[in-house]
Nanobody
Framework: QVQLVESGGGLVQAGGSLTLSCAVS????????MGWYRQAQGKQRELVAN???????NYADSVKGRFTISRDKVKNTVDLQMNSLKPEDTAVYYC??????????WGQGTQVTVSS
């Protein structure tokens, strides 16, 4: 079973930057999709960005041009670089992976708060 541990959340002013990191352990070679989701208070969880098959990236329209997702196969991490942060980016951010057999795993979440 894949285990995920997120880090890097915190409080930042609007316009600032944060980098989230998700450490991945377990059957790493079976991972097909790695991504970040977020859930703001009172809202549904939504996809922020993901990497499919190790190189295809997808981004939510709201973060395109500001966020960058990357996978480090040496460190076994998937990182989310977040620039030009806005108050509406405030949410709990979750790491997610999907294995080749379609089983999925979630991290525990990390809070990102952007003050105006």
């Amino acid at each position: 079973q894949v285990q995920l541990v997120e880090s890097g959340g915190g409080l930042v002013q609007a316009g600032g930057s944060l980098t989230l990191s998700c450490a991945v352990s377990g059957p790493i070679d079976s991972i097909e999709v790695m991504g970040w989701y977020r859930q703001a208070q009172g809202k549904q969880r939504e996809l922020v960005a993901n990497i499919v098959s190790g190189y295809l990236t997808n981004y939510a329209d709201s973060v395109k041009g500001r966020f960058t997702i990357s996978r480090d196969k040496v460190k076994n991490t998937v990182d989310l670089q977040m620039n030009s942060l806005k108050p509406e980016d405030t949410a709990v951010y979750y790491c997610n992976v999907i294995l080749s057999d379609l089983r999925g795993s979630w991290g525990q979440g990390t809070q990102v708060t952007v003050s105006s």
